[in-house]
Each structure stands twice: as structure tokens, then as C-alpha cells.
């Protein structure tokens, strides 16, 4: 048996689904202008350009990380799966100016909680881009089914295990 009919087999459905942290358009993280990211090396995932700058828990779970510049964070959901949201493309540079974080790493949240604030414009002005992947990081797992919207509200499911 493998780590995926594991998955299938320990995982409830709600397990499996993994919601919009990020108001914005969606696509498939192949069309990401990062390599890292389209190459799914990461992980796979999803990509949603932000149309509001708030990101929200993708599920139940545990930040596992906030980066330094607070332009990504990882979240571990309760049955052990990683998310990392990474805000923009490029915005490390940024050294955290334009992000507040709202979260420390081994802080418990529950979907919806919001955990990090960014600034759109300051992000664009300094001339990167709004592109964020979402995407899951355990290597074990290596697709996802993205949900068909075109646009995601938080909190609308964006893929599944």
C-alpha cells in the first residue's frame, strides 16, 4: 500500500480539502513565473493572484513557519499535511516592508484566522508581482485537484488532496 492509499484510506474528506487563503484570481501553479514553483519542486499546488492583501489559515492546523521577510508562512494541518503560502513573487526582497505578521511559528489556528497582512500597492511599486503559490510541501504528495473557479473568495475550497 502506498502513502497516498494511506491518504485515501486514514484522511476524512475534510482531511483532503484545502481552502483559499487569499481572495484573488486562480490558476494552476504551472503558470507561475517562478521555476521553483511551476516546476512544482516545492510542491504542487496552486497559484491565486491577490486581490485583497490578507492571508487566512488554509485549514486547522499549526504554523509550522514564518519567513523572515513575513512574506511566506507554513501551516501543518492536523493529519500532518504542509501548506506554505508565499505572498508574491520576488518579495523576499522586500525584507519584510509592506507584511505584518500576525502569527509566530507553533501557534495553533483554525481555518479562516487570519495571519498575515500585506500592502497590494507597496508590492506592485516595487515592481513585483502578486502571483502566490500555495502549494504543499510534503514530498509524499505530488498533485492536487484545483478546484475549476476562475476566482476564489477566502475560505472557498481550492484543492484537494
Not at 507584511?99 to 515592481?127: C, H, M, P, R, T
Request: proline share 3%.
Amino acid at each position: 500500500m502506498s502513502i497516498i492509499d494511506d491518504i485515501k484510506n486514514i484522511f476524512t474528506k475534510e482531511d483532503k480539502i484545502f481552502y483559499a487563503p487569499i481572495k484573488g484570481e486562480i490558476t494552476e501553479i504551472k503558470n507561475c513565473r517562478d521555476l521553483i514553483f511551476s516546476e512544482q519542486i516545492v510542491g504542487p499546488g496552486a497559484l491565486i493572484i491577490a486581490d485583497e492583501g490578507k492571508v487566512f489559515a488554509p485549514c486547522d492546523g499549526k504554523i509550522t513557519m514564518v519567513a523572515h521577510g513575513k512574506h511566506a508562512i507554513g501551516v501543518e494541518s492536523k493529519r500532518g499535511i504542509q501548506v506554505l503560502v508565499h505572498v508574491g513573487i520576488g518579495t523576499v526582497e522586500l525584507e519584510g516592508k509592506g507584511f505584518n505578521a500576525l502569527v509566530k511559528s507553533g501557534q495553533e489556528v483554525k481555518k479562516g484566522d487570519l495571519l498575515l497582512e500585506f500592502d497590494l500597492d507597496a508590492i506592485k511599486e516595487a515592481g513585483y508581482s502578486l502571483e502566490s503559490p500555495v502549494v504543499i510541501t510534503n514530498p509524499t504528495i505530488k498533485k492536487v485537484k484545483l478546484s475549476e473557479a476562475e476566482n476564489v473568495e477566502v475560505g472557498d475550497e481550492l484543492f484537494s488532496l
